[in-house]
């Protein structure tokens, strides 16, 4: 009866492990390996939408999207109605979708490598990683993850020192800017660039 009980309790364990997203994964480093083999993977097995969708999917489970919206909207954020700012998080991620999707291919055929990790006091994870390619060119980045209580979540990545939130920020500032200062030209452009 000890030894039943004992399969069923690892059969039981085995199956949470499988059933929870990545993010259950309490070491940072670890995470962003997973999220990248995860990566790695859709670019491997799949193409067009379904690859778009996959990807989606991986941002939506493992990437903290409402706080890369308010950094990318920067001061906007706080001007735009909660309709629009739903509406904008909405764009946001199909876009990048999209985006992360067009690049992946790199990502199949690439390793990832963990350098360090460097926890910090409020819940916020520097992992340092080297990108590997093919061809054996390296790109170091960075990636900001977050632990809030609900689980890790990416919130930036930073390639050759260079913040993907910051640049965002600027073009997002600079089109909304040159659109008469208003956020919704922003979010018809998004759209468009999801569907593109």
């Not at 009980?5 to 364990?13: I, K, N, Q, R």
């Not at 929870?20 to 670890?30: K, L, M, R, S, Y």
């Not at 900001?144 to 390639?159: P, Q, S």
Request: hydrophobic residues 45%; contains cysteine.
């Amino acid at each position: 009866m000890r030894k039943v009980f004992h399969c069923l309790l690892a059969a039981a364990a085995a199956a949470l492990m499988f059933a929870f997203p990545v993010w259950a994964t309490a070491d940072p480093g670890q995470f962003v390996k997973n999220v990248t083999g995860q990566l790695a993977d859709i670019a491997r097995t799949k193409s067009g939408p379904s690859r778009d969708a996959a990807v989606r999917e991986v941002l939506r489970n493992n990437f903290d999207l409402a706080h890369m919206a308010r950094v990318a909207l920067g001061s906007h954020w706080a001007e735009a109605s909660e309709p629009m700012r739903a509406r904008f998080l909405v764009a946001l991620e199909a876009a990048e979708a999209r985006a992360y999707g067009e690049r992946l291919t790199k990502l199949a055929a690439s390793d990832v490598t963990i350098d360090k990790v460097d926890a910090r006091p409020n819940g916020v994870s520097m992992v340092k990683a080297v990108l590997t390619q093919a061809n054996g060119q390296t790109t170091r980045i960075e990636w900001e993850v977050h632990d809030n209580g609900r689980g890790a979540r990416i919130a930036d990545l930073k390639v050759a020192g260079v913040s993907m939130s910051q640049i965002k920020r600027s073009e997002f500032n600079l089109y909304i800017q040159s659109n008469g200062g208003q956020v919704e030209p922003l979010v018809k452009e998004l759209e468009a660039r999801a569907v593109r």
